[in-house]
């Protein structure tokens, strides 16, 4: 296996890396987060999936455990999460 460390911070790749993303509590804002990660290839393990809704219902956080291979498909992930209407924000 060929390790690869960051140099921007402590993490070596490839790697397990939680992605987090806060959506709009809509049907299938789940769907459209495991989608926008997987078309990056970084291997979204559902198992690991949790989904918690705020205090009123209106939003919703969704957290999906990812095989990371590089930084660049880390910000990759991010960006395609981003682009997603029903995301509000992504940690």
């Known amino acids: ?11 070596e790749f490839p790697c397990r890396y939680p ?7 809509r049907e ?25 809704p705020s205090r009123n219902g209106r939003f919703q956080s969704i957290t999906v455990e990812v095989h990371a291979q590089s930084r660049t498909q ?6 395609s999460l981003r682009a997603l209407d029903v995301v509000v924000m992504t940690l």
């Open 74 to 79: 880390l910000e990759s992930v991010y960006s």
């Open 28 to 52: 299938r804002a789940l769907d459209q987060v495991i989608t926008a990660i997987a078309n990056q290839g970084a291997d979204p393990d559902r198992a690991s999936v949790t989904v918690r």
């Open 1 to 11: 296996m060929n390790i690869k460390l960051d140099t921007e911070g402590a993490l």
């Open 19 to 25: 992605v987090k993303a806060m959506t709009h509590a």
